[in-house]
């Protein structure tokens, strides 16, 4: 979910050393304005804000844009989003600042809580003259990658997972009255290589592009009996995952069979900053099977 907030600045005094005139070069100002922020965020135990080309490429055109408008009318969230895109900054949230300033930067920049906020990590700073004295755009970034990355960090432990896949199916097999399942490593390997396919090859159906089934896919592995599937993706964690399975009604029939004796796990993981397709999906995979 992308965010856009704008206008009533928090005041903050940060000091500058000197006055820059002339034509504003880009790159001094960026990292000046990136030191500053970051003595604040040192201050207050916040890693540092990383500079961000790109989100400074997007925030020289609008302040470049709002000097030509002499206003501050900056686009829209749906445009800003737009722009961000097409720069090639995948963007989990955003949040852009915008300032005017008739004198010398001595004073104010804008302090609300994303300034402050370690999940925002990237900085971009765009600066223009304008009739009005100095704009300054800022955009704060926090990148899908990071998200991703800390949203998996627990499933970095597949042994973990599975264990406690299996425990969460099985405490809800109890409460039915139904026997327990047990792992199964050929299950498992079928249900992980189907995972891993789905995400290399961008789709999440049951069937493979070769038309292969659950069943198909496993007697083809050697599994002796038929089997069901349940799939789901973009969960971060065992207990969504079995959550969204219990909660809809035909995922819940194949973890709830009385039939089901076996169970295998598949999960794959994206990986990769602004990886190609799939670079930021979850994909499980779980299979039920009936045993010998």
């Known amino acids: 979910m992308k965010t ?17 005139s002339c034509a504003f070069a880009a790159p001094s100002w ?12 040192s201050r207050a135990g916040v890693r540092p804000f990383l500079p961000s080309p790109v989100l400074s490429q997007v925030a020289q055109e609008q302040a470049d844009e709002l000097a030509r408008q002499g206003g501050l009318d900056a686009w829209p969230a749906e445009t800003l989003a737009a ?14 600042e915008v300032l005017a300033s008739r004198a010398a ?40 990658g990071d998200f991703f990355a800390a949203a998996t ?13 299996l425990e969460r199916i099985n405490r809800a097999r109890r409460r039915e ?16 290589e189907h995972a891993e396919d789905m995400l290399r090859r961008s789709y999440f159906d049951h069937r493979n592009p070769e038309g292969q089934g659950p069943t198909d896919r496993a007697r083809a592995a050697g599994y002796p009996s038929g089997v069901s599937e349940n799939l789901v993706a973009q969960r971060f964690s065992v207990e969504e995952a079995v959550d969204a399975w219990l909660d809809s009604p035909g995922h819940r029939r194949n973890l709830l069979d009385p039939g089901c004796r076996e169970i295998g796990l598949g999960l ?7 990886a190609a397709p799939g670079g930021y999906e979850v994909i499980w995979v779980e299979s039920c099977g009936r045993g010998s």
């Open 30 to 41: 960026q990292e000046e304005w990136l030191a500053r922020f970051n003595e604040e965020r």
């Open 153 to 165: 960090a627990g499933l970095a432990d597949r042994a973990r997972v599975a264990a406690e896949m």
């Open 4 to 20: 856009w907030l704008r206008g009533g600045l928090c005041a903050l005094a940060l000091v500058f050393g000197s006055w820059i």
């Open 83 to 96: 722009r961000l895109r097409g720069a090639g900054y995948s963007a989990h949230d955003w949040h852009e």
């Open 105 to 144: 930067p001595y004073g104010s920049v804008a302090r609300c809580p994303e300034t402050l906020d370690g999940r925002f990590r990237d900085l971009g700073v765009g600066v223009a003259p304008s009739a009005g004295g100095t704009l300054y755009v800022f955009l704060f970034g926090w990148h899908q």
């Open 177 to 192: 009255g139904l026997p327990p399942a047990i792992a199964n490593p050929l299950l498992d390997r079928v249900s992980q």
């Open 268 to 274: 794959a993981v994206g990986e990769g900053y602004d």
